[in-house]
């Protein structure tokens, strides 16, 4: 017996479709997701995925991910297609997008671990493609927030983590923190344009089938940076939890990125705001994890 909140969803489900020129057949929950709920619809378009936030319900912050990932759709990266996005239901934004049938590179690559290696080399190239995409400012997709230059936007996400953070969960002072932050930065080489980076890009995101890795996923934290910043939770969640995987990945991102004299500074600085974001993160919602990040962030000062 369907229970109240299904049936809401169902019926404001039927409408966003119909609206859109889609016929519903039949709609159920869909697959496990991290900050969404997830119903699959049967259409006479084929299968439709319904997305309806939880954590972030801001409308614009669902344009931001779909004008995210369109462009990377257009740079030859595959992703998921969006097929319309209601900003006002009583359910809140609700967004319908293609469904693709697969599972999560990660669930995938522990039963298969002989296939890291292609997998990591498909990741690697579309990695590649989507740090190709300029953006005309460094920042949000949509131009909210915008910065001049990466050092600024990097500045900001410093002083915004730190805000957060009590003194007796951090390495060092915070004035040693901003010390060593401002050198990294000052030893930065000229970087011409921003890049469009992903922001979340770990195995959990690519999603796969038993022919390989069939499209890159959710592209909610995507914006305009330099494309080292996706370098940082890349050296954690792929290159150190899954060894094997940085060469076939490198090789791959290096045909369209050759090696260049600066990247070493560029990517002191990423993985320097990837350990600092994520200890803020965590002492927000996860107050286990923060002693972990507390000590890479101590490594990553002491090196």
């Known amino acids: 017996m369907p229970t109240n909140d299904e049936l809401i969803v169902e019926a404001c489900v039927r409408q966003l479709l119909a609206e859109a020129g889609i016929n519903m057949a039949a709609l159920r929950p ?8 997830l119903w699959l619809a049967e259409t006479d378009e084929g299968p439709l995925l319904i997305r309806l936030p939880l954590r972030n319900r801001d409308p614009d912050y669902l344009r931001s991910m779909m004008a995210a990932t ?26 319908v997008q293609e469904y693709r049938p697969g599972e999560r590179a990660t669930d ?31 920042g949000g997709v949509l131009g909210v927030p915008a910065y001049e230059t990466w050092a600024v936007q990097a500045r900001v996400r410093v002083m915004a983590a730190l805000r957060g953070l009590d003194a007796d969960v951090l390495p060092a002072s915070t004035e040693e923190i901003l010390a060593a932050f401002e050198h990294a930065l000052g030893a930065l080489p000229n970087i011409p344009n ?10 959990d995101n690519v999603l796969v089938h038993e022919r390989g890795a069939v499209c890159l996923l959710d592209f909610e934290h995507a914006c305009y940076g330099d494309r080292f910043a996706d370098f940082g939770k890349l050296e954690e969640l792929m290159f150190e939890f899954w060894p094997g995987s940085e060469a076939p990945f490198v090789a791959a991102y290096r045909l369209s990125h050759p090696e260049d004299d600066g990247d070493l500074s560029r990517l002191r600085v990423a993985i320097g705001l990837y350990e600092l974001s994520q200890l803020a ?10 002693p972990i990040y507390g000590a890479r962030l101590e490594r990553w000062l002491e090196r």
């Open 281 to 290: 993160y965590f002492a927000r919602w996860q107050r286990d994890l923060v």
């Open 108 to 138: 995938y690559l522990k039963r298969n671990p002989k296939e890291l290696a292609r997998i990591a080399s498909a990741v690697g190239h579309w990695v590649g493609l989507l740090h190709r995409i300029q953006g005309p400012f460094y």
């Open 194 to 203: 921003a890049s469009l980076v992903h922001a979340d890009l770990y195995f």
């Open 30 to 37: 869909g697959p496990s997701g991290y900050s969404s709920r």
């Open 70 to 95: 369109e462009l990377a759709s257009e740079a030859g990266i595959p992703t998921v297609r969006y097929r319309a996005f209601c900003p006002d239901t009583p359910l809140g934004p609700v967004v």
